[in-house]
Antibody, heavy 125, light 111 residues
Framework: QVTLRESGPALVKPTQTLTLTCTFS??????????VSWIRQPPGKALEWLAL???????YYSTSLKTRLTISKDTSKNQVVLTMTNMDPVDTATYYC?????????????????WGQGTLVTVSS | QSALTQPASVSGSPGQSITISCTGT?????????VSWYQQHPGKAPKLMIY???KRPSGVSNRFSGSKSGNTASLTISGLQAEDEADYYC???????????FGGGTKLTVL
């Protein structure tokens, strides 16, 4: 059974750096085709893809947030970490991590399944 | 503003069929058969319902089906049930620069 769980602070202040950890089980991030993505959802709004890291440690970022995001993995701990700098109240959202499957033989993300339960991060002074 | 356009809401009565559209461009939906659909109940995480335009993961009811024509993908739910009431999001690969785009979401109400 594949599971993912997000952890991190519930509240951060404006200008601070957010660090979120995704701890997963049931698959290995060293297996070809396996990836983990971060996706966020502001309250009452749509999903927004943020970043992806693949089995070969290649990293991909949302064009609009690229300068603020860093994704990394610790394969031995089955963890993926996302950092987002210079947090602003508009970054208030539920942050999800999701296993991502790449198209066979490529690094192209195909689908997200399953998702973690999500963690709500509020940015406020 | 989301990259893919979905109707804000749709509704149907139990037993009926509904279709949710997802309109993109020739840079995403129109270029790749990598459209997926997610169901999200209030306060819950999204759940994969359709991938690669029309494929259903194991465990997803065959009442859910997907299709694509040009730059528009569609999700059809037949034999509507009360438990289908949820938000639905489409998603597409969008090339090596943009990578992934989501739709704005559609709220399905079962009357």
């Amino acid at each position: 059974q594949v599971t993912l769980r997000e952890s991190g602070p519930a509240l951060v202040k404006p200008t601070q750096t957010l660090t979120l950890t995704c701890t997963f089980s049931g698959f290995s991030l060293s297996t070809s085709g396996m990836c983990v993505s971060w996706i966020r959802q502001p309250p009452g709004k749509a999903l927004e893809w943020l970043a992806l890291i693949d089995w070969d440690d290649d990293k991909y970022y949302s064009t609009s947030l690229k300068t603020r995001l860093t994704i990394s993995k610790d394969t031995s701990k089955n963890q993926v970490v996302l950092t987002m700098t210079n947090m602003d109240p508009v970054d208030t959202a539920t942050y999800y991590c999701a296993r991502t499957i790449a198209v066979a033989g490529t690094r192209v993300p195909n689908w997200f399944d399953p998702w973690g339960q999500g963690t709500l991060v509020t940015v406020s002074s | 503003q989301s990259a893919l356009t979905q109707p804000a809401s749709v509704s149907g009565s139990p037993g009926q069929s509904i279709t949710i559209s997802c309109t993109g461009t020739s840079s995403d939906v129109g270029s790749y058969n990598l459209v997926s659909w997610y169901q999200q109940h209030p306060g819950k995480a999204p759940k994969l319902m359709i991938y690669e335009v029309s494929k259903r993961p194991s465990g997803v009811s065959n009442r859910f089906s997907g299709s694509k024509s040009g730059n528009t993908a569609s999700l059809t739910i037949s034999g509507l049930q009360a438990e289908d009431e949820a938000d639905y999001y489409c998603c597409s690969y969008a090339g090596s620069s943009t990578h992934v785009v989501f739709g704005g979401g559609t709220k399905l109400t079962v009357l």
